[in-house]
């Protein structure tokens, strides 16, 4: 923005009326936006105040957590509106200018929705937020991009790899590894982007909640909007990660970090398809794995009926219960995926396992973030 | 996409004009698309070929490589436009609905401009992007985010930090540091998303071509474009980052690397703005730095004369050639940001540099991976 552009903007919110003013003045800009960048804004209600200079443009509207806004234009072409206030967390959105639904150039960019998307934190309050937000008090980790080659699908592929503060000097310690996996039309960014998972991660390794850990996040092939690929059913969707996962990428992560490599160090977690790609690798593979989290997902595998899932590892509980030190489930109380239907069946087939519910919050971050803050004190801590 | 819109997108397709069909059917996806977007491609003659939906919109453009070409709207909706021949590389791209300038919901997000912004790369041949290509055969380093706090502006900053392949498995050895700077409008993610960095060290560390390094990429207080703050000076622009790469990050990282930590052992190089952060910090600072690097960039210091500039260093040629082991200039043929007369400049004054001139490249990417992979290859060989 030139000095030009600052004025008109400064004049337009001076001349705004009355009707969202009061909050106008306290609002805040969001964390989410590029530098300086001010709008948006989030008011004291958790309204977030929109703003865009379409001169040209006959039509404006934000679309937010479900819902179109109409965008308002004032004499110097610049667009505003304000919505209701909004559940707390991260919400991906889009700004629609005639009919094209663009990210705002006012926001960063997140990988959701199969595309770059624009996004916003509606902030919660700061000790809500603890949890999640960086402690300039505590260690920090570090969170590798590693690239390696993949024989399975003849190509580079990448990885995020998670690493405690203390990895770094402590060279002869080997560390249990935590598969975290993003959902459906996202990627291997979206856990530490959106989910502020090394936030979590530090601040719970630091007050010794959960135990030291590597968190590996890589791409779990389902990047885009189901119904893509001409042909493709669902139960091809994302699926070519397993192999993947089970061939390639855990031997390069056991090759290359100091890990403890057996299945009562190694978990699997992920969000609504992810939580569906975490039951496929780990309820077929258990020689492998024994700490398990699905978030928001894997609610297909009851069509038949829990006896019949997985080869009727259902049907014997005692073995299961024995042999699975961690099984979590969570879900938000707003959004209606599933989590609690399974936790029921599970419960009739006598499945011990942690169901989790988010107050407040439907099928987004927030509530991944949450579950993952409930998740990570419960593994890697059984008897050994 | 869902199935309706590929069928809309492959009649869209086949009833183009046969203007540009020849090129059509041989055109490839750009590397820089998100998952199933098959537009932008590029053809064999390097124009790139967009396409978007946008049936509620009046006018549609594509801005690139300083050009605005009008796109076409065929009875569907969908708008399309070839451009001319491109210079190869990296560019930043915008599509401009109805006079908004917006990221094509197709790209991948780049930070530049100020902003996230689209990209697209056109691909030269593959002998001469072997540099920067990954290359599956050579063992591959990684590029570590970490967070720290810095006193000096209360808050939290993020770096990234690239370390070879062979870091994880000497645990004695130390290693000499490269500091690496973005330019104005974009910021520390630039160097390893756009400048292809990690394969360009990957690839130059696995033939020997330079020595094993760490390379430290920091945000370089530019990431807006200059005039966006009233009031600011252009010697105020950036220059907060010195002090905090002095005090704050260079301390960071040799407490938290392992670092060879005198000046024969730490390099700075930036390109446009961050080259003019790299001679404001080097040639205040000698006693730190004995490597420098200047890719289209710092021009400034020439203003009042070569002899004035930072308190006169300039004028004890002898002294300064002993001091600095290395001294790099380099430019794209195709721009006009002054290296060439820095250069003379020196040249006239006894200062012993390179300069290099990238072939038909402007002030972009391209140039700049070419920069960095002339200059790696002459830093740390000191005798010591």
Redesign the interface.
């Known amino acids: 923005?030139?000095?030009t552009i600052?004025t008109i903007l400064l004049a337009s919110v001076l001349s705004v009326g009355n009707a969202y003013c009061a909050n106008e003045s306290e609002a805040i800009t969001a964390s989410t936006n590029?530098?300086?960048?001010q709008y948006p804004k989030v008011d004291g209600n958790k309204r977030a105040h929109f703003r865009?200079?379409?001169?040209?443009?006959?039509?404006v509207k934000v679309d937010i957590c479900g819902k179109k806004y109409d965008m308002t234009r004032d004499n110097d072409g610049w667009w505003s509106a304000v919505t209701n206030p909004l559940v707390v967390g991260f919400h991906y959105y889009f700004?629609i200018?005639?009919?094209?639904?663009?990210?705002d150039?006012?926001?960063?960019?997140f990988?959701g929705c199969?595309?770059?998307s624009g996004g916003i934190e509606i902030p919660e309050s700061a000790e809500a937020a603890a949890y999640y937000t960086?402690n300039?008090d505590v260690p920090?980790g570090?969170?590798?991009?590693?690239?390696?080659?993949s024989d399975i699908e003849n190509a580079?592929r990448r990885c995020f790899?998670y690493t405690p503060a203390e990895y770094?000097v402590n060279?002869d310690k080997k560390y249990p590894v935590l598969y975290l996996q993003h959902g459906m039309g996202e990627?291997e960014r979206g856990w530490?982007q959106q989910g502020m998972m090394?936030n979590i991660l530090d601040n719970q390794i630091a007050s010794g909640k959960c135990v030291p850990m590597i968190v590996v996040m890589d791409y779990g092939n389902c990047?885009?909007?189901f119904?893509?690929?001409?042909g493709e059913t669902r139960e091809q969707f994302g699926a070519s990660f397993t192999p993947i996962m089970l061939n390639e990428l855990i031997p390069y992560i056991d090759k290359?970090?100091r890990t403890l490599s057996d299945r009562d160090n190694r978990a699997m977690a992920g969000l609504s398809w992810g939580g569906h790609e975490t039951f496929e690798t780990t309820l077929r593979n258990l020689d492998k794995f024994s700490h398990i989290g699905s978030f928001s997902g894997a609610l297909f595998f009851l069509a038949n009926g829990i006896d019949k899932a997985y080869d009727g590892i259902f049907t014997n509980a005692d073995k299961f219960n024995s042999d699975v030190h961690t099984f979590f489930l969570g879900m938000g109380s707003e959004e209606n995926f599933g989590s609690d239907k399974i936790s029921d069946a599970l419960n009739n087939a006598g499945i011990k396992h942690t169901y989790y519910t988010s107050e407040g919050t439907h099928h987004e971050w927030l509530t991944w973030r949450r579950c993952l803050n409930e998740f990570l004190p419960l593994i890697f801590k059984q008897k050994s």
Chains 1, 2 share one sequence.
């Open positions: 923005m030139n000095k600052i590029v530098p300086e960048a865009i200079h379409a001169p040209e443009a006959n039509n700004i200018v005639d009919g094209v639904s663009v990210i150039p006012s926001s960063e960019a990988y199969g595309r770059m960086f300039k920090h570090q969170v590798r991009e590693c690239k390696y080659y580079e790899v770094e060279h990627d530490h090394a990047g885009y909007i119904g893509s690929r001409p290359n970090f």
